[in-house]
């Protein structure tokens, strides 16, 4: 139960920041979007990963919202931000070319490194309401190498 108010706590936090997000003239997805990268960062740290670096692009193509250490295993984060579940879950937003950038964006990391590690594919959902604290849903292992032949 401790870590649950931890990470309660930890997100109200967002509420008192002058935050674009929150203002009604600035209804950007971007702003949305970095309010929920913000917002899986924080959930991320308060469950025990390490992030090492947000809104990852690496020159060869590919994207990355959040890199994270999970232990010994690294792990690439993307994060869907919503306001209502009209659109489906964060796991059928993920779609085959989004997959296959998070996939580049992973294996150019992965180059850079002098061994070989363990790593998975995370998905990230926050449920953001106007005037509550954000609802985070994580999905460990979301997709992996073999979702690639049934896409």
Same mark, same amino acid.
């Given at each position: ?29 971007? #702003? ?12 991320? *740290? ?45 796991? *059928? ?15 150019? #990391?992965? *180059? ?40």
């Amino acid at each position: 139960m401790g870590l649950v108010r931890c990470i309660a706590a930890r997100l109200r936090l967002f509420h008192r920041w002058n935050c674009p997000c929150l203002n009604r003239e600035v209804r950007s997805t971007d #702003w949305l979007g970095a309010y929920g990268e913000l917002a899986a960062a924080s959930f991320l *740290r308060a469950a025990g990963c390490s992030v090492l670096r947000r809104n990852w692009r690496p020159v060869r193509g590919g994207e990355i919202d959040l890199v994270c250490r999970d232990g010994a295993c690294l792990v690439f984060v993307e994060v869907k931000t919503r306001t209502h579940g009209g659109y489906g879950g964060a796991r *059928r937003a993920v779609n085959a070319r989004k997959r296959a950038l998070i996939r580049q964006g992973a294996a150019e #990391w992965l *180059r850079q490194l002098p061994d070989t590690v363990p790593f998975r594919y995370d998905i990230v959902e926050v449920m953001y309401r106007e005037g509550e604290v954000p609802e985070i849903t994580r999905l460990c292992g979301a997709f992996g190498e073999r979702d690639l032949a049934a896409s």
